[in-house]
């Protein structure tokens, strides 16, 4: 089964309005940690927000803020103010609690295009 | 953020050779990395957990022989692909945890071609 699922395979977004990129996360831990990792055409994977099971707290960094509805087992992220800089593939991942060892699972990722 | 990285970059090589590819952590000491490969238009996919010390454990699938892990030292880790063939040709990316904290960082990533 999926455990982390990202539904939009690609999205546009004008420069400077917010956008919302879906995640749906499938465990039965009580502990795990959801990321969202930028990859632009250069390939490398930036880490960009975390938020923990435990954590009350919708997690931000900037313009980016994680929207957390554990009862739904979704963790989208909003970007705020789009940059042209923002065009990339996001991904979704899960870290599992219990002895995993950290090894993060992956959704297929959405590809944001910033429209001048 | 925490520094990881790779070597080489790129590479490109002749089927049947054997590739090695390093994954550093610079300014922190991982105990443990992650091996990942990532095909065109493809999210990435677990290869294997690279432990210090220790037989890394690979994912469902993954041919330990054809892909040999060693984590020597608290900062290195390698991935040695061997008798390489074309269907190898990927992108390998690595990744190491913080000591301390959640956030997980990788490495640039090697494109490895096989002819």
């Known amino acids: 089964a999926q455990k982390i699922t990202q539904t939009q395979p690609g999205m546009f977004v004008q420069e400077k309005e917010a956008v919302t990129l879906d995640c749906t996360y499938d465990t039965s831990d009580q502990s795990y940690g959801l990321f969202w990792y930028k990859q632009p055409s250069s390939g490398e994977m930036i880490f960009l927000i975390y938020?923990?099971?435990?954590?009350?707290q919708n997690a931000t960094e900037g313009r980016y803020s994680l929207n957390f509805q554990k009862a739904r087992k979704s963790a989208n992220l909003v970007i705020s103010a789009s940059q042209l800089g923002d065009s990339a593939m996001y991904f979704c991942?899960?870290?599992?609690?219990?002895?995993?060892?950290?090894?993060?699972?992956f959704g297929q990722g959405t590809e944001l295009s910033v429209k001048p | 953020g925490a520094v990881v990285s790779q070597h080489p970059s790129r590479v490109i090589c002749k089927s049947g050779t054997s590739v090695k590819i390093e994954c550093r952590s610079l300014d922190f000491q991982a105990t443990t990395m992650f091996w990942y490969r990532q095909f065109p238009k493809q999210s990435l996919m677990l290869m294997a957990t690279?432990?210090?010390?220790?037989?890394?454990?690979?994912e469902q699938g993954v041919e330990k022989d054809k892909f040999l892990i060693n984590h020597a030292s608290l900062t290195l880790s390698t991935l040695t692909v061997t008798s390489a063939h074309p269907e190898d040709s990927s992108f390998y990316i690595c990744?190491?945890?913080?000591?301390?904290?959640?956030?997980?960082?990788f490495g640039p990533g090697t494109r490895l071609t096989v002819l």
């Open positions: 690279s432990n210090e010390g220790s037989k890394a454990t690979y």
């Open positions: 991942a899960m870290r599992e609690g219990g002895n995993q060892g950290g090894k993060l699972i």
């Open positions: 990744s190491a945890r913080v000591p301390v904290g959640n956030e997980q960082f």
């Open positions: 938020q923990g099971s435990y954590d009350e």
